[in-house]
């Protein structure tokens, strides 16, 4: 009867075992339709959630949330290859210097590329670093159960 709800709504069920979750899920739906006076041509005026669809439910929204990591982090690649295209083209007079004093375009490619190695494992480690304090930062403060796989 709080904030004014005056019917039931939710029951939480267990079937037995995991075998015959369909079948206690089909119990409950005539039980429900026969106490709600529902005749054979009406719809359901109720949900049956089973923990089956709750599970499908997280895997979708996991995948969904990978996806828009993969996103942020294409965007990141994006932006490394903006940074270098930007200091290749002002370090012009530095590249060349080196050409005039014998570098060969291996050397100099090699030099961009490791720049950008480093720039990216920078990065990715700050990255991590931030991600994992926060997370701990949320288990403390908000004292929500939190677990970093080491895989991950």
């Known amino acids: 009867r709080l904030l004014a709800v005056t019917y039931l709504q939710g029951i939480f069920a267990s079937a037995l075992t995991e075998d015959m979750t369909d079948n206690a899920t089909e ?4 039980i429900l339709r026969k106490n709600h006076k529902l005749k054979e041509s009406d719809d359901d005026d109720f949900t049956i959630q089973s923990q089956q669809e709750l599970s499908t439910m997280l895997n979708t929204t996991t995948d969904l949330m990978t996806t828009l990591l993969a996103c942020i982090a294409g965007i990141g690649g994006i932006g490394i290859m903006n940074i270098m295209y930007v200091s ?3 370090r012009t007079r530095e590249i060349g210097l080196r050409m005039s004093v014998g570098a060969r375009g291996i050397d100099i490619l090699s030099q ?3 720049e950008a190695i480093l720039i990216s494992i920078t990065g990715g480690i700050i990255g991590i670093l931030i991600g994992i304090g ?3 930062a949320v288990k403390n403060i908000a004292h929500w ?5 080491s895989w991950s």
């Open 134 to 136: 926060a997370s701990f």
């Open 88 to 90: 290749v083209t002002e």
């Open 27 to 30: 119990e409950i739906t005539a």
């Open 145 to 149: 159960p939190i677990y970093i796989q």
């Open 112 to 114: 961009f590329l490791i």
